[in-house]
């Protein structure tokens, strides 16, 4: 019997692949069963029909990673709780090294499944050829062996969740264009579809390679764009295991998988072929792109030398089909900063069958809530800049996008296509003098600095990178000397109006409510007292207000700032970040610099720690804040963009004979991480509290009107937490291992933490991390003191010291110059 064709809906979803599937059917799990989904043609029938089916857990985060091993787990069940055969087996997978520094990038990634017991262990060339036998062993370091990965049947398993999703009530219509996001009051109000409209308070938008388009006309950002993808299918190999592992050779960009007696080669090769950039064909629909042998060839030579049966095997299929990539090879989820109500799940960046289960229960879950269900940052649409849906520029890092699936994970791996999109007014001054430039939200900002007139470049490695002297040097300057930093990436927003002062208070955990020329440290966090947000907040008058907050958060934080000011409040915000570059002049010698340029009093007295008001510099006038991100004396300074040239000769005019030096980002990290100064997205984020990071401090319980999450903190305080951020430092002889992030922390043997950032600490000759770690039924800083302490990295173990103070200046003495 036809179902009827609805007109309203509680949540619409457009798009029949695996990833509207999966929401639909994690939707009406958890009781929203009113869901209506659109497919424009028939179900799988965009990308989802031609993927490999590859079930593998380990990815290069670790919430990509959880999200992919709920996905596994869920495949083991799908088909006995609907009845539809998914063909999910689980034969494992061997992720191959050709290379020491391979071999370490899967070691680390491996010891980071630890944290949340990944089925994991280390295999030699030998015990790799036993388990898949077809293959050529000779110039393979090692690798690693997952017992819990494996494959399914994509449009099997798309189907498992059609019909799970219809057995408790949703609706699903193939042959349904939509046409619209509908929009109203600046909120999703449903979709126009060729059929008519539906309404609906929440539209989910699935439509993969589509979804940048359709997103557009409702003025939303959703940056993806498709690339051709290839593999082989061999002809039937006599003999070939029916159970044989999933096997990956990211050093030759190939993967392997048996495919019903037959072997399917796939690559993701370097230098990849950008689709439809004119648009995609209306009647696209199982749709297959022209062969490419040339295109590819050198890549199937290394994978018949690999594997020589390929040599004397006929190939039964060359598939070339489109897949969506991001411009940061991760997916965009959740819903977007421009209209409430409009969530995503798309481009999977041919990730997406393993992904499917995680992100349809995450995103049913964040539709019902109206919050993430757990720390989503790495995944999370609001990352994204609205620059990056440029065409031009989503067609170049496309090319590179699809080979880094496979390449190299180095630490500070930087993009090499679509660069140079946002600079500061310093920018060309900055490389004339040596900077390494790296991006950030698209901002080219220094990572280092060599001699002038040279042409810098990073060797990458997991030790010591060919940097790590430079910015040596730049950290010891800026303990004895003066440093200058170019922070004109930071994101401002002018907060004004005569109710801006309530609304701001509410939204800070700090109280705002201080005397103009003050700046206040402040976390915004949400209702169970998460941090959404690490801001400073400049009182410029009774009623003006200057946000300052980090580049990656530009568009997250001013939708998360919007929609906690009530609809009838007096305030007015504006994003000034262009219009005002910002430089950081940092070090003991940074006052005696100031004072050849300004008569403005900047001794302790008249110009204490936390003090921000515009100065006579040369010429110009600028705002002085007396803040630091580096542990040392010193001043940021914000200026009208047409001022930045004049200020900026004159700073270094006035640093001859003060031993001023430029200074960058790798430089930053290292001093704020022997200060204990935390970052968010690494250090702080959604699930930790203030009080689990060790930022109480900044919470005014008792300031009038509350805070939102306050609440949950009070109870959180009562209690006592049970998990703590603390400071590490490696204890090994010789060259210290470098910590980067999710590396497991042991006591006696026992996994109770991990580390969220490390660093090489110049100053003080040491390799940090910060980490938390927990220790049910409270924590204590005694426990700290006793017991074994370890930190894995790459599947090796080294002693640690735990302490809850920073390594450097404890007490904050040097903030005072």
């Not at 900002?445 to 030790?463: D, E, K, L, N, Q």
């Not at 006591?747 to 003080?764: C, K, L, N, W």
């Amino acid at each position: 019997m036809a179902t009827e064709f609805p007109d309203r809906a509680e949540v619409v979803i457009v798009g029949g692949g695996v990833a509207g599937c999966s929401v639909a059917y994690h939707l009406t799990k958890i009781g929203i069963t009113d869901v209506v989904l659109c497919e424009r043609k028939q179900l799988t029938s965009g990308t989802t029909w031609h993927a490999a089916g590859l079930v593998t857990q380990l990815r290069a985060t670790r919430r990509m990673t959880e999200l992919a091993k709920y996905t596994g787990e869920l495949f083991g069940e799908l088909e006995a709780e609907t009845g539809q055969a998914t063909g999910f087996k689980r034969n494992g997978s061997l992720r191959v090294a050709n290379t020491p520094a391979r071999y370490e990038e899967l070691a680390r990634g491996a010891s980071m499944g630890r944290n949340f017991g990944l089925p994991v262990e280390p295999v030699t060339p030998g015990e790799i050829k036993e388990r898949w036998a077809p293959i050529n062993t000779d110039g393979i370091v090692g690798g690693f062996w997952f017992p819990h990965d494996g494959q399914v049947n994509p449009a099997d398993v798309t189907q498992a969740y059609v019909r799970g999703a219809r057995m408790r009530g949703a609706r699903i219509f193939e042959n349904t264009g939509v046409t619209k996001i509908l929009v109203e009051n600046g909120k999703a109000a449903g979709v126009m579809t060729d059929k008519g409209p539906i309404r609906a308070n929440t539209v989910v938008l699935c439509g993969g390679m589509w979804s940048r388009d359709l997103a557009a006309e409702a003025g939303v950002t959703i940056p993806l764009h498709a690339a051709e993808h290839f593999y082989i299918v061999t002809e039937p190999v006599e003999g070939l295991p029916r159970n044989l592992p999933v096997l990956f050779l990211g050093d030759e960009w190939t993967y392997y998988k048996e495919d019903a007696g037959k072997l399917l080669v796939g690559f993701f090769e370097p230098n990849a072929k950008p689709w439809g950039q004119k648009g995609i064909p209306e009647d696209f629909c199982f749709g297959t792109l022209p062969e490419d042998v040339e295109h590819i060839a050198p890549y199937l030579e290394m994978a018949t030398q690999r594997v020589p049966l390929l040599e004397r095997t006929g190939i039964q299929l060359f598939f070339n089909g489109p897949e969506s990539f991001t411009p940061d090879d991760r997916y965009l989820l959740g819903e977007t900063p421009e209209v409430p109500g409009l969530f995503c799940a798309t481009g999977f960046n041919s990730i997406g069958i393993l992904s499917s289960g995680g992100v349809g229960k995450a995103l049913a879950d964040w539709i019902r809530d109206r919050r993430p269900p757990m720390e989503l940052m790495d995944v999370d649409v609001r990352r994204m800049q609205v620059f990056q849906s440029n065409r031009k520029y989503l067609e170049d890092r496309t090319t590179e996008t699809l080979g880094l699936l496979f390449d190299m994970h180095w630490p500070n791996r930087q993009f090499e296509t679509a660069r140079g999109v946002r600079r500061s007014p310093f920018h060309d001054r900055l490389v004339a003098m040596g900077a390494f430039m790296t991006e950030a939200a698209g901002w080219e900002r220094p990572g280092f600095f060599g001699a002038p007139g040279t042409m810098p470049s990073i060797g990458y490695s997991y030790g010591r990178q060919t940097w790590f002297d430079a910015c040596g040097e730049e950290c010891r300057n800026t303990a004895e000397n003066v440093t200058l930093f170019d922070h004109s990436c930071f994101i401002k927003y002018l907060v004004e109006g005569r109710d801006a002062t309530r609304v701001l208070n509410r939204i800070c955990a700090n109280e705002v409510d201080v005397p103009p020329g003050r700046v206040v440290y402040t976390q915004w966090l949400n209702e169970v007292g998460g941090i959404e947000a690490d801001v400073t907040v400049t009182r410029l008058s009774e009623s003006s207000f200057l946000v300052v907050t980090i580049a990656v958060s530009q568009r997250r934080d001013m939708a998360w700032l919007k929609r906690r000011m009530p609809g009838d409040a007096h305030v007015f915000v504006q994003d000034v970040t262009s219009g005002m570059p910002m430089l950081a002049l940092m070090g003991p010698k940074s006052r005696a610099l100031l004072e050849k340029l300004t008569p403005a009093d900047l001794s302790d007295a008249a110009f204490p720690f936390g003090t921000s008001r515009e100065i006579d510099l040369g010429y110009a006038r600028v705002r002085a804040s007396r803040l630091t991100y580096v542990g040392e004396l010193g001043w940021e300074l914000y200026m009208p963009s047409e001022f930045a040239g004049h200020v900026f000769e004159k700073l270094v005019e006035a640093g001859e004979g003060l031993s001023l030096k430029m200074g960058g980002y790798f430089a930053i990290n290292s001093l704020r991480m022997e200060k204990g100064y935390r970052h968010w997205g690494h250090d702080i984020g959604e699930e930790d509290t203030p009080l689990q990071a060790g930022l109480g401090f900044a919470v005014a319980f008792d300031k009038p009107g509350g805070f939102i999450g306050r609440e949950a903190l009070l109870r959180q305080r009562e209690a006592g937490p049970e998990r703590r951020l603390v400071q590490l430092r490696t204890e090994t002889d010789g060259i210290p291992p470098h910590l980067y992030h999710n590396e497991p922390i042991l006591r006696d043997g026992e996994i109770v933490g991990s580390v969220t950032s490390g660093a090489y600490g110049h100053r003080i000759g040491a390799s940090l991390g910060m980490g938390y770690v927990v220790r049910p039924g409270g924590f204590e800083a005694e426990w700290l003191e006793t017991g074994r302490w370890e930190v894995e990295i790459a599947w090796k173990r080294y002693p640690v010291r735990l302490q809850l103070r920073p390594w450097y200046d404890p007490k904050g003495e040097r903030l005072r110059g």
